[in-house]
């Protein structure tokens, strides 16, 4: 069975829960952890045991080549990070709402089309 690789954007709380989950699956590899602060980085990166840890989404996603970016962040930024993640054509998971509004949302789902990727929000 496949295993999917996971890289994980955003490692505040949500992103530290959805980080652990996806730890435990058998069926996903963490390969990635993003944030702002390195502090969260380290802590995380610590305790799961992931060394690729990045301040930057678009380094991460070129070195570490997810088959999906988990999107544990603040509503407001669902749409516009789903859109950077979506441009390098990899699919995304992604909180709810994916948007803030339908213009944002009408967005996100064109460019996963144009793309040809998945987009799951729970």
Same mark, same amino acid.
């Given at each position: ?5 996971v890289a994980i954007l955003g490692?505040?709380?949500? !992103? ?15 390969? !990635? ?5 390195? #502090?969260?980085?380290?802590?995380? +990166? ?34 516009p990070l789903a859109l950077r993640?979506?441009?390098? +054509?990899?699919?995304? #998971?992604?909180?709810?709402?994916? +948007? ?23």
């Open positions: 069975m496949k295993q999917y690789r490692c505040r709380s949500r !992103g530290s829960s959805a980080a652990r989950v996806y730890h435990a699956h058998p069926r996903t590899e963490v390969v !990635g952890l993003c944030d702002l602060l390195e #502090e969260r980085l380290n802590t995380l +990166g610590d305790e799961i045991e992931v060394e690729a840890r990045f301040t930057d989404l678009d380094e991460m996603i070129h070195q570490t080549a997810p088959d999906i970016v988990a999107i544990p962040t603040a509503p407001a930024l669902h749409a993640v979506l441009e390098h +054509g990899v699919n995304i #998971e992604v909180e709810k709402p994916m +948007g803030l509004n339908l213009i944002e949302t009408d967005a996100v789902m064109s460019k996963a089309s144009e793309k040809k990727v998945q987009v799951a929000v729970h």
